[in-house]
């Protein structure tokens, strides 16, 4: 089996971020990365090559179904009224929003992957053996697998200082480093998660954080088919759109 996550931008003008990581029934490994994918046809064309022979499961932090042309997905909203204590609730996806980034990224991929055999999952069985895409969100699934009471704040966003953002990212590298004794487990290289920090800048660190993304993306692909709807919760439907998050029974929408 392998696992695939993507951090995919949502205009082809700017890089997306991939990660490939290989099972060997134990341990998963970080195989393959880019943090300069372009086009769809780029992407697919990476995500194909990366493919494993006994399966394949790929995440995208990206809107896979969007058929509201405007306001938010039902799935949106759910996940949303849970997570948003946490501060990690979803930006509101629909087609005319999309349409202004340059097209329905996310739909159009996963048109391109239906024919070469992927589908998207009509339930979360556990370690069944398939080709599947799914549409993740990190923040959320960072509070479920790392115990956190709010997002870890590395974006770029306005008055948001350097310092602060290598210091949540120093933070992130050290959370992904501790699934080597998770279940399932992650083996990570030290060029990945012992990655210098201090004094980047601009689209270096943008393409950097990226690529924590995708891994983490890809992590999330193995956790869910590893756990299934034990540890997993699918917000939303086929039709609506939907998100696959990590989840916790005591994880609960305030009334």
């Excluded at 391109?112 to 080709?131: D, I």
């Excluded at 799914?134 to 966003?157: C, D, N, T, W």
């Excluded at 959370?175 to 800048?201: F, M, V």
Aim: charged share 25%; net charge positive; glycine share 8%.
């Amino acid at each position: 089996m392998r696992f695939l996550g993507v951090d995919l931008a949502w205009s082809p003008r700017n890089t997306s971020a991939g990660a490939a990581l290989s099972w060997d029934g134990k341990t998963a490994s970080l195989v393959a990365w880019r943090d300069n994918l372009s086009d769809d046809a780029d992407v697919v064309a990476w995500l194909l090559a990366q493919a494993g022979e006994g399966g394949t499961v790929v995440a995208f932090d990206a809107p896979l179904i969007v058929p509201n042309e405007t306001g938010m997905r039902p799935c949106d909203r759910e996940l949303t009224r849970v997570f948003r204590r946490y501060h990690a609730g979803t930006h509101p996806a629909n087609r005319r929003r999309l349409r202004q980034y340059g097209g329905l990224r996310g739909e159009h991929l996963a048109e391109l992957l239906k024919r070469h055999g992927f589908a998207h999952p009509l339930s979360l069985e556990r370690q069944r053996g398939a080709w599947m895409m799914m549409e993740v969100y990190p923040h959320p699934a960072m509070i479920v697998l790392f115990g956190l009471e709010r997002i870890l704040q590395y974006k770029s966003r306005p008055g948001r200082l350097y310092a602060l953002r290598w210091a949540e990212l120093r933070r992130y590298q050290s959370y992904l480093e501790s699934l080597s004794t998770a279940e399932p487990a992650l083996r990570l290289p030290r060029e990945i998660i012992g990655h210098p920090l201090e004094g980047e800048r601009g689209r270096a660190l943008k393409r950097y954080e990226d690529l924590l993304d995708a891994v983490f993306c890809a992590y999330i692909a193995l956790y869910c088919w590893f756990w299934g709807a034990e540890r997993c919760r699918l917000f939303g439907n086929l039709v609506d759109g939907y998100i696959v998050v990590p989840w916790r029974e005591e994880l609960h929408p305030p009334k």
